[in-house]
């Protein structure tokens, strides 16, 4: 399972600082004027849907006018309410696309043919890393190397 938590985080590295400041622009350019325009537009207790749009049009228009309106005595309850609401569907919506990016296998980033599952250099022992023939990308087969240079080659050769 941890396997799959580093593949989310290694593919998904520069978008966690997209999907932030796509946060920070949806609660200053949709979430703060749709919160004004509730309370706006409730008078007597009474929702008043027509209000609602003219104010709510208003407000996305001019969206800085907005920004200390909300951190009034009347709307903050409202904008705090409106943004958790808002911050909890953009979580789900965002580590639902972050985990569809999980790798299925811990071998799924892996390229076939390559020496990505030796560590340390412990191919070199056998292999070259300068030159000699090519087996994959920095792994050379050294014609210079006494003893047992044998080497299985797994795969096909595509003729057609």
């Not at 008043?48 to 009034?72: C, D, M, R, W």
Request: charged fraction near 15%.
């Amino acid at each position: 399972m941890n396997y799959k938590v580093e593949g989310v985080i290694r593919r998904n590295k520069s978008r966690f600082i997209i999907f932030i400041l796509l946060w920070i622009f949806a609660t200053v350019f949709l979430i703060m004027p749709l919160a004004c325009s509730i309370v706006d537009s409730t008078s007597n207790g009474v929702f008043q849907l027509y209000e609602f749009f003219g104010v709510f049009t208003n407000y996305i228009t001019h969206p800085f006018s907005v920004i200390f309106k909300s951190f009034a005595i009347g709307y903050i309850g409202t904008f705090i309410k409106s943004l958790g609401i808002f911050s909890i569907l953009y979580l789900i919506f965002m580590f639902v696309g972050f985990f569809k990016t999980a790798p299925k296998n811990e071998f799924s980033d892996i390229e076939h043919g390559s020496s990505d599952w030796s560590k340390n250099g412990e191919q070199y022992r056998v292999l070259s890393n300068k030159k000699g023939l090519i087996l994959a990308e920095n792994n050379y087969l050294p014609v210079d190397k006494r003893g047992n240079v044998n080497v299985l080659v797994v795969g096909r050769i595509w003729i057609w």
